[in-house]
């Protein structure tokens, strides 16, 4: 299968999803994530009509995105979805449309100070840790319907970085966990659908975005709510191992 293919299938399978939903297909961006794939790979997706694109590793993505922008008639949008260190944050903004994996106060304040003195406002996601798996980066968000502790340190958070000048929050992210069967990941979607509503009420906001659903499970994502899937291996093939 080409990555033309590929893509197609993606789409095919979006598009039965929002059929099965009762979703309308613009209500759904499809993030191709180029991860570990060359700047080729990358263009010939752009060629097949892919126009969001999502990295997780700030030095590939520094080699890699201004080949592929200085290769095509309109630059594509760049999705930063990886883990980001702080000391990081300064090489993403220049890069990055934007970024789904904000988690911590402390990046989140580094960003916006970082975007103001580059005189604009940076698209971030808040991730969401809603399954409670511990190497999953994210803030703490397991159980949040019901722990008042995790409900109250989270709300606190969020309450500070909506006050931060610099960066635009527009929805959550979450990682589901690796399940034999998508259906098991349903529940975590539908929590990161439910923590969007009650942060929505809480702060009286709208979180329009909610990035969830990779490979093995976007179809399911896709009738939990999601705005964003971000989606790899079905499009680019199976990545060598790092
Ligand atoms: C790699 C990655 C994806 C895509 O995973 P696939 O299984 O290849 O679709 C999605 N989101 C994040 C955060 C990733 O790191």
């Not at 397991?142 to 909506?162: G, H, I, M, P």
Request: aromatic residues 6%.
């Amino acid at each position: 299968m080409t990555i033309s293919e590929n893509l197609q299938a993606v789409r095919q399978h979006i598009a039965d999803a929002c059929k099965r939903s009762g979703r309308q297909l613009d209500e759904v961006t499809l993030i191709a994530v180029s991860k570990t794939n060359p700047p080729e790979a990358v263009i010939e997706a752009y060629n097949a009509g892919a126009q969001h694109f999502g990295e997780n590793r700030v030095e590939e993505a520094e080699s890699k995105i201004p080949i592929v922008n200085a290769q095509v008639s309109a630059s594509p949008a760049w999705h930063m979805i990886g883990h980001v260190q702080s000391r990081k944050a300064k090489d993403v903004v220049p890069l990055f449309q934007m970024v789904h994996s904000v988690d911590t106060l402390k990046l989140a304040q580094k960003f916006s100070t970082l975007s103001m003195e580059q005189g604009r406002q940076l698209d971030v996601l808040l991730e969401m840790n809603v399954s409670g798996e511990e190497a999953k980066h994210g803030y703490v968000a397991v159980n949040w319907a019901t722990d008042e502790t995790v409900k109250s340190a989270l709300w606190s958070e969020v309450e500070q970085v909506l006050m931060l000048p610099g960066i635009r929050v527009r929805g959550l992210m979450t990682m589901a966990p690796i399940v034999a069967d998508p259906e098991d990941a349903r529940p975590v979607f539908a929590s990161l659908a439910s923590l969007r509503q009650a942060l929505q009420a809480a702060f009286s906001i709208s979180l329009p975005d909610l990035s969830m659903g990779m490979t093995d499970d976007y179809p399911v994502a896709i009738e939990e709510g999601a705005t964003f899937v971000r989606v790899g291996r079905a499009i680019f093939g199976e990545r060598a191992n790092k």
